[in-house]
């Protein structure tokens, strides 16, 4: 038999299980594949299994599986698992990850990372827990870890990455070339070339494009930008994002306050950025904090109950503006009917209009300069939405109770609260912002109290003076 037909006749191999499924969940298969792998301590079927996964797809892995297991996964994966999948977790599965993890092991797999990867990781652990891992590392990388968690949380310096390609001014575009060749320290990505002074002075930057396309006897400065657009590093984070957002960056110089280059932010890092402070203004909207979907029963009930109990206060409030009419509701057992309408209308209106504001207050594009058109914007808005539903509410009224007037008197609660929510949901953002208290975390309880206030006390008091009704 030939070795052609001898190779003909061997097993196929065995197909590899997806990764993810059609909808891009990951696959049950792969994940009963992967737990059957780890509580065998089967080192070769896991590496198999898991060890080129992306870390986007290793970071939900470990959150579907048991805690138990996760801490065992790492262990069998060794120098296969990339502790950059500790980014793609939620803050709290990665704590306990971390506490279930040996010092030295952490800091092996800490050294294989970008700075910024690193401080991410260990940002949120205590001051005794950061300083047990980074004791374990070496000095270099101890010291650039250190200084990047000397800088205020949320700021640019938290984010920035340390290891960045910077040279002399002197130097030519044949030297550059030929030190990124040799040198074997280099970034893993990097889009610009930076050049600085012998104190570090960040002087300006070069593009890679322009390094590619300039003859090698060509000094870096004839061809380098100033840098407009460095960033400094106390800056807060999101003021970094509307920055790369507006200019179209790819990348941006981090300096200190003496202008000295200390790191560089890349587009990555500020995708993260925009996408946190997002999560960060929804969850504030629902005054549910900072908290992950992997939080315990204890946590989340702690973090919801402040608001809860601001919102109780403001319910209180509303009652107490219907009691001061409860011999009117008595003589017209309508009015009760139709009060929810009236409140429910206002606080959708001020909902609507408070959103806006509160996008408008973080992207900056409401400012002095245009508030009184957006102001004017909303009056007219809430007037036109409000008669509408007048007459809409009015007429319903009228033929649900077989009383003209009582539509009369809905209708008009309806404009005024609609007009009060329009302006509270404008106006109330903006005072909480000049008063540097979060709008996207104070906004909904008062506009929902000033709605709710204002229509209670509308309907009910146009009602006892339309019908002659007891106060």
């Known amino acids: 038999m030939s070795e052609a ?54 970071g939900d892995l470990l959150e ?30 990665r704590l306990q990850l971390l506490e279930d993890l040996p010092n030295e092991v952490i800091a092996e797999g800490l050294e294989d990372l970008d700075s910024d990867d690193a401080v991410y990781i260990l940002e949120d652990l205590d001051e005794d827990d950061q300083a047990a891992i980074l004791e374990e590392l070496p000095y270099a990388d101890r010291a650039q870890l250190q200084k990047a968690l000397d800088y205020p949380e949320d700021s640019a310096g938290r ?74 590093a106390t800056e807060d984070q999101e003021e970094t994002a509307r920055r790369f957002e507006r200019y179209n960056l790819v990348s941006a110089a981090v300096v200190d306050e003496n202008e000295r280059l200390v790191g560089v932010l890349t587009v990555d890092d500020i995708v993260d950025v925009i996408q946190e402070e997002a999560e960060e203004d929804i969850r504030a909207l629902a005054g549910v904090g900072d908290e992950e979907i992997s939080d315990s029963v204890l ?10 109990v601001v919102n109780l206060g403001t319910a209180i409030l509303a009652s107490v503006v219907i009691a001061l009419f409860e011999d009117t509701i ?42 009184l058109r957006v102001l004017n914007r909303e009056v007219l808005v809430s007037m036109l939405n409000g008669v509408a539903l007048a007459v809409l509410i009015g007429i319903t009224a009228w033929l649900w109770f077989a009383s003209p007037g009582l539509g009369i008197v809905i209708g008009g609660a309806i404009v005024i609260n609609m007009l ?31 709605t709710d206030v204002v229509g209670f006390f509308a309907f009910l008091g146009i009602a006892a003076l339309w019908f002659g009704l007891p106060l």
Request: net charge negative; proline share 5%; hydrophobic share 45%.
């Open 299 to 308: 946590t989340i009930a702690r973090s919801r109950f402040t608001w809860l």
């Open 159 to 232: 984010r920035m990455q340390s290891e960045f390609i910077a040279v002399a001014p002197f130097w030519t575009v044949g030297q550059t070339i030929d030190y990124m060749r040799e040198a074997r320290d280099l970034p893993d990505s990097f889009y610009e070339i930076y050049v600085v002074d012998p104190t570090f002075k960040l002087l300006g930057a070069v593009h890679l494009d322009k390094i590619l396309r300039t003859k090698r006897q060509e000094k870096v400065t004839s061809i380098m930008e100033e840098t407009r657009q460095a960033v400094l």
């Open 5 to 58: 037909a001898e190779l003909d006749m061997t097993a196929p191999p065995e197909p590899q299980i997806p990764v993810r499924d059609e909808e891009e969940h990951l696959n049950p298969d792969f994940i009963a594949a992967v737990e059957t792998a780890i509580r065998a301590k089967d080192q070769f079927s896991l590496r198999e299994l898991a060890a080129d996964l992306h870390e986007a797809d290793t």
């Open 330 to 371: 008595e003589a017209m057992v309508a009015l009760a009917v139709l009060m929810p309408i009236v409140a429910s209308m206002g606080g959708n209106a001020g909902t609507q209009t408070m959103t806006v504001a509160v996008r408008g207050i973080a992207t900056q594009e409401l400012s002095t300069r245009n508030m």
């Open 420 to 450: 009060f929510a329009g302006l509270s949901g404008l106006l109330i953002p903006i005072v909480l912002d000049r008063v540097n208290v979060d709008p996207a975390i104070a906004s909904s309880v008062f506009v929902t109290t000033v």
């Open 64 to 93: 579907t599986l048991d805690a138990d297991e996760r801490a065992a996964f790492i262990h069998l994966l060794g120098d296969d698992f990339d502790y950059t999948a500790l980014t793609e977790i939620d803050e709290a599965v």
